[in-house]
Nanobody, 123 residues
């Protein structure tokens, strides 16, 4: 069983930056794919970025390429999402998720989920 905890959300003006963190307890991330999804009010949960823990392969949604960076810190068993040049349309609850399918953008391929952290970008 993997328990996930997200942090780092908040309110920021357009053009600003935030860094989200996702830390696993109960089991290490080794061997898994860790992803960030987001869900805006009235919309479906959407893939943002993922990283394969062992080999570091990274994938991004087109809407965040060049602005968001996913990374990992082995010693802390933590995955980060650095979000720069934030836009009002990035406003959503951001969820960390763990699965085993490299590069998957499908919600159903991720078995473990965190509770989410709110990101609000004002115009």
């Amino acid at each position: 069983q993997v328990q996930l905890g997200e942090s780092g959300g908040g309110l920021v003006q357009a053009g600003g930056s935030l860094r989200l963190s996702c830390t696993a307890t109960g089991r290490a991330f080794s061997g898994y794919v860790v992803a960030w999804f987001r869900q805006a009010p009235g919309k479906e949960r959407a893939f943002v970025a993922s990283i394969r823990w062992s080999f570091g392969g990274k994938y991004y949604a087109d809407s965040v390429k060049g602005r968001f960076t996913i990374s990992r810190e082995n010693a802390k068993n933590t995955v980060y999402l650095q979000m720069n040049s934030l836009k009002p349309e990035d406003t959503a609850v951001y969820y960390c998720a763990v699965g085993s399918t490299d590069g998957s953008t499908r919600y159903g391929d991720y078995a473990y989920w965190g509770q989410g952290t709110q990101v609000t970008v004002s115009s």
